[in-house]
């Protein structure tokens, strides 16, 4: 591996300490790095002026990795970008969890095993999502954690049914639901109360949250099925769909929300043999 981009968070990663230090980390390997920003900074933040930035699309095209500098959700805004080029990524959590990071600040001198190939790449299935209106696609995304469609901020109950491959498989009344990867399964969906589930099962979680029927579990559904999600009630409200963290779409009543597996796969590169159940202990100790 020759060509790398070391994509830093500047609000986790304070005056860049991190990256500064895997980038002579890198060279020593004889590995190129280039640095670039995940994500538009405020105006008003201060960039190091001693440090050059590269415009990230251009770098994109001779990429053979992109590192992340940050938490989880560091890595999330990541994702799309990299799956969609093929290019793996890398995580250096400068976060709190961190469960999709592989290295912490502390083993950087690992990045050297990048000049030797000593390292392994693991494949984590997407969701693809569409929100049709009438007979017209309003939104379409991908993602590597979940989508969660809620009630808002508003103090009232928003009602969904939930299919799967047409068939009713839930009516919730609640907060909302959360529809995860299992990689998605140690981030929001536990918090509702889903299941942990191992990063390479091929399962669609369906959780719901705060739901005011106790008859409402999650369903752990086969990543062959097709989950349909729209209200049923409340006609003059809203719910919203977000993607992985990001900007909420507004779903109407009639509004029906398609999520299926994706044909797209993130890569995760890996530097250690560590099992899934190693780290799931080690983070849940951490907090």
């Known amino acids: 591996m020759k060509n790398v981009i070391l994509a830093s968070n500047p609000y986790r990663d304070k005056n860049f300490q991190?990256?500064?230090?895997?980038?002579g980390i890198l060279k020593d390997a004889g590995i190129q790095a280039k640095l670039c920003l995940p994500f538009d900074v405020d105006r008003s933040f201060e960039l190091p002026k001693d440090l050059?930035?590269?415009?990230?699309?251009?770098?994109?095209?001779?990429?053979?990795?992109?590192?992340?500098?940050?938490?989880d959700g560091t890595i999330l805004h990541m994702a799309k970008t990299a799956t969609?080029?093929?290019?793996?990524?890398?995580?250096?959590?400068?976060?709190?969890?961190?469960?999709?990071a592989e290295l912490e600040s502390t083993e950087l001198s690992r990045l050297a095993q990048l000049a030797t190939g000593e390292y392994t790449v693991d494949s984590r299935m997407m969701l693809d999502v569409t929100v049709q209106r009438d007979r017209d696609i309003i939104f379409h995304d991908i993602c590597l954690n979940d989508v969660a469609i809620?009630?808002?901020?508003?103090?009232?109950?928003?009602?969904?049914?939930?299919?799967?491959?047409?068939?009713?498989?839930?009516?919730?009344?609640?907060d909302g639901i959360i529809v995860a990867t299992p990689t998605g399964s140690t981030a929001y969906?536990?918090?509702?109360?889903?299941?942990?589930?191992?990063?390479?099962?091929?399962?669609?979680?369906?959780?719901?949250i705060c739901a005011h029927d106790v008859a409402s579990r999650c369903i752990v559904a086969s990543d062959k099925r097709v989950i349909t999600v729209g209200m049923v009630r409340n006609a003059r409200r809203s719910a919203f769909l977000s993607v992985d963290g990001g900007k909420a779409q507004r779903l109407n009543m009639g509004d029906v929300a398609t999520i299926r597996k994706s044909k797209l796969e993130t890569k995760l590169l890996r530097l250690k043999n560590t099992s899934f159940y190693d780290i799931v202990n080690g983070k849940f100790r951490k907090a």
């Open 18 to 23: 991190t990256v500064r230090e895997a980038m």
């Open 52 to 71: 050059r930035f590269s415009k990230l699309d251009r770098e994109l095209g001779t990429a053979e990795l992109i590192i992340c500098f940050g938490g």
């Open 150 to 174: 809620t009630k808002g901020a508003v103090a009232r109950i928003v009602h969904l049914s939930v299919k799967c491959d047409g068939v009713e498989a839930m009516e919730c009344g609640g």
């Open 189 to 208: 969906s536990l918090s509702a109360g889903g299941p942990i589930v191992e990063p390479e099962a091929e399962n669609i979680l369906i959780t719901p």
């Open 84 to 100: 969609r080029r093929g290019i793996p990524l890398l995580g250096v959590n400068i976060g709190t969890m961190g469960f999709m």
